[in-house]
């Protein structure tokens, strides 16, 4: 399992992921960002970092 936690991210947020793989992630994330961060389009520059956040969840 993959873990993602939004705060490293974007300051101040407390929402986490789980998903089997980072596309996953990706997946819930962009919904998130949409619904409760106000972006419409993901930019690549943040789905990197979120990549780059993703750590393994035991
Ligand atoms: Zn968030």
Redesign the pocket.
């Known amino acids: 399992m993959k873990k993602f936690t ?1 705060g490293d991210v ?1 300051a101040g ?1 407390s ?1 986490t992921f789980e998903a089997p793989d980072s596309d996953a992630i990706l997946a819930q994330v962009s919904g ?1 960002a949409r619904f ?2 106000g972006l419409v389009d993901v930019p690549a520059e943040l789905v990197g970092q979120v990549l780059l956040a993703i750590r393994e969840a035991a």
């Open positions: 939004c974007v947020c929402r998130h409760d961060h």
